[in-house]
């Protein structure tokens, strides 16, 4: 039987584990960090049809509806807004094909994907470097080694293994700068909010500045989960109680605004960094202006937005690559974690029907080919949402007349969230 090795606990290399672990192949995890909650897990992660397929491929049943039930809907369509809220184009449901879309928390995602796995993750190891052989062997930190038929490096946009595996393929940056917040959602907050941005995703595209807006509401809390699902997941052999319990516990709306990198953001952090975007929307509609200003200010935190660059082919071998540690791209478009959870559906299939040399090389060639094209779509969000006057004057035309005639709409958006590219 085949022995895999994966370097990283993120949901990529947890979904791999779960669908190997179905798949009745043997593997193991080694996660750097010492506990599954040893840090923030970010903002809420957008589930498109992809990555949809992907995780019901992976998961066992009982842990796919634990996943559907705690979950929200992504909301009602889709809309572009100029700086006054005044619409550009609303993208209606049965184009924005909301076909198996969830919007989840990256924590509750990765409690249910470390669900079952039991002593197949290993915390506390941090990967140093690895030593090739017909049996690689993975060497860690505090000395000791792992040794298997197939190492995957699922270990992030800094992997370690791509560090190694291919020297000088580093990421490079885009010139952008992403700033993010999450208002809560309360009765006070849903009382003054505009209903467009409670009921689905949103794009504000100012004169020169850019902002998505997505909505996190929960279909059931952590409590109504666990009684629902409860009994089957007991029968499954899953313990409902460790699952459920610490799940965020809280509905809000993602805020992220992306500008031109300039040093100052990148620089400064909460309070300081929230009223750098205040100073920047202040022509803005006074309900996106108080949407910032009323975020809680420990919630907001500026990224870099950083890109990796297509590979060519490279000799398969009993070492591989997977999510961000491949390709990476900005997080415009949401494209980045649905792209690694298809590529844990597609390895972990085909390690279960091939040998494990020929799994390898089928993954690596179907997965050069739609990684990129996402790393593409997210790079091309990217460059919109930071395009100069110029750029922008003729986006919003275009947006507009998308709005305007129902057949270019269609022609537009017709299928662009289901695959990338």
């Known amino acids: 039987m085949t022995q895999v090795i994966v370097m990283g606990g993120g949901i990529g290399g947890l979904c791999l584990a779960q669908g190997l672990r179905r798949a009745g192949v043997d593997v193991t995890v080694y996660e750097r960090d010492r506990t599954p909650t040893a840090r923030e897990q970010g903002y809420r992660i957008h589930i498109n049809p992809a990555g949809s397929r992907a995780l019901r491929a992976c998961l066992p049943g009982p842990l796919w509806e634990a996943f559907v039930a705690t979950a929200g809907d992504p909301g009602r369509g889709f809309g572009f807004f100029d700086e006054r809220l005044r619409t550009l184009v609303m993208i209606e449901d049965d184009i924005a094909a909301q076909r198996e879309e969830h919007a989840v928390s990256r924590l509750t995602l990765r409690q249910i994907l470390l669900a079952g796995l039991g002593d ?137 605004f992306v500008t031109r990198e300039n040093g100052r953001f990148e620089q400064e952090s909460g309070a300081r960094l929230q009223a750098l975007v205040a100073d920047a929307i202040r022509g803005w509609h006074p309900d996106l202006r108080r949407l910032v200003s009323g975020t809680a200010a420990e919630t ?42 298809r590529d844990a559906a597609l390895l972990s299939g085909l390690l279960a029907e091939r040998p494990a040399g020929e799994a390898v090389a089928a993954y690596e060639s179907q997965m050069r080919a739609y990684g990129f094209a996402a790393v593409k779509e997210a790079n091309a969000n990217c460059e919109q949402a930071v395009a100069g006057r110029l750029g922008r004057i003729r986006d919003r035309a275009f947006l507009r007349a998308c709005g305007a005639i129902p057949s270019l709409r269609r022609a537009v958006f017709g299928n662009r969230r289901d695959e990338p590219a």
Do not use: C
């Open 120 to 256: 197949a993750v290993v915390f506390g190891k941090e990967f140093v470097r690895y030593t090739p052989g017909d049996r690689v062997t993975a060497h860690f930190a505090d000395g000791s080694t792992a040794a298997g038929d197939l190492l995957v490096g699922a270990d992030g946009a800094g992997s370690r293994v791509r560090a190694q595996f291919m020297p000088g393929n580093e990421r490079v940056a885009t010139g952008a700068v992403g700033i993010g917040g999450k208002l809560e959602l309360t009765d006070a907050s849903r009382a003054w909010l505009p209903d467009r941005l409670t009921q689905g995703m949103n794009v504000i595209m100012g004169p020169r500045h850019f902002l998505f807006t997505a909505i996190f509401n929960r279909r059931r809390k952590p409590g109504e989960a666990r009684e629902l699902l409860g009994d089957d997941l007991r029968a499954a052999g899953l313990d409902p109680e460790p699952l459920f319990a610490g799940m965020e516990d809280r509905d809000y709306i993602l805020w992220a």
């Open 300 to 341: 907001v935190m500026a990224f870099t937005l950083r890109t990796s660059v297509p590979v060519p082919a490279w000799p398969s071998g009993n070492v591989t690559l997977l999510g961000d540690a491949i390709h990476s791209m900005p997080p415009t478009g949401g494209i980045g974690g649905n792209t690694a959870l």
